[in-house]
């Protein structure tokens, strides 16, 4: 994937900026902290100088519940699954370190909605197991608790109990044929099929916390399916899942590029599309290892 192409992608970035500093994820659009998040990220890995991004940072920190959550809008606070992105674009930058943290002790407090595994429940996974959810006083998933344990394993917080019982929920969810979907392994008594997005963001939570062993069906399971990805999503998350466990595709970024090219046929992608697209690209050992 060339540079100049990176440039042409970056460009379409900024072109959903907005004048208070945040990213829409249209050009035109609202403020979004999922946009602006992945934009900020994607934007820093490519080398644009922090000051340049700062009115980014400073509008996920207005986002900011007095709790610590960044919600995705202010009328709906129990949506605050872009907490652990917000975690990531303020890394590094010590005028958020209070943000940052404020951020950190929510997700270590907060869990999904979790109870005892009776016998006749129709899925197979063990609903104790702490992990986080998409939303407030729901159960947890697999995609939420990924994104928090990638969060907290970018701070000091790494080695806490919250990350070890996200580890097992993660590992609790893995299918028997190797991968992860949303995060139901059975239901009544039926094998649910894996999603490359899901997978690779388990995989892309879990190096250090588990097994390569353990895990290597799901490697396995990726590694055959990354080259028929097509979307950015899938994608980007499957080339993050492989690079974290030294899997990447010798032809990644080969296939990111024809993933881009397809916007001349289909229309730009999203704002958050792009960043986690470019992110991928540029985070050759995984998404943690490149916060590190």
């Excluded at 080398?47 to 519940?65: D, F, K």
């Excluded at 209070?98 to 899925?123: I, M």
């Excluded at 044929?177 to 649910?192: A, C, P, R």
């Amino acid at each position: 994937m060339a540079e100049a192409k990176i440039d042409k992608i970056l460009d379409e970035i900024w072109k959903s900026s907005l004048p208070g500093g945040g990213f829409a994820n249209r050009p035109g659009g609202q403020y979004r902290p999922d946009a602006t998040a992945w934009a900020v990220m994607a934007l820093q890995s490519c080398g644009v100088e922090r000051q340049r991004l700062h009115a980014a940072r400073q509008c996920l920190a207005a986002s900011q519940q007095e709790d610590g959550r960044v919600v995705l809008s202010p009328d709906r606070p129990a949506l605050f699954w872009p907490t652990p992105l917000s975690v990531l674009a303020w890394h590094n930058t010590p005028e958020f370190d209070e943000s940052r943290s404020r951020a950190v002790s929510f997700l270590l407090k907060t869990t999904g909605h979790h109870f005892k595994k009776e016998k006749d429940l129709p899925f197979g996974h063990d609903p104790a197991i702490k992990g986080w959810p998409w939303t407030e006083e729901t159960h947890s998933w697999v995609e939420p608790t990924a994104l928090a344990m990638i969060a907290l394993r970018t701070t000091e917080n790494g080695g806490s109990q919250r990350v070890a019982e996200g580890a097992r929920l993660l590992m609790d969810r893995q299918l028997s044929k190797g991968g992860w979907n949303y995060g139901n392994t059975t239901v009544f008594d039926t094998e649910l099929a894996a999603m490359p997005e899901s997978t690779g963001l388990a995989l892309a939570a879990l190096p250090g916390l588990a097994d390569k062993p353990d895990v290597s069906r799901s490697i396995a399971l990726l590694k055959d399916s990354v080259k028929t990805l097509t979307t950015p999503f899938s994608l980007g998350w499957a080339i993050l899942g492989l690079s974290a466990w030294g899997e990447r595709p010798r032809d990644a970024n080969a296939l990111i590029g024809r993933c881009l090219k397809r916007q001349d046929r289909y229309g730009t992608y999203d704002t958050s599309l792009m960043g986690l697209t470019i992110v991928a690209r540029k985070a050759e050992g995984g998404l943690i290892h490149a916060f590190s």
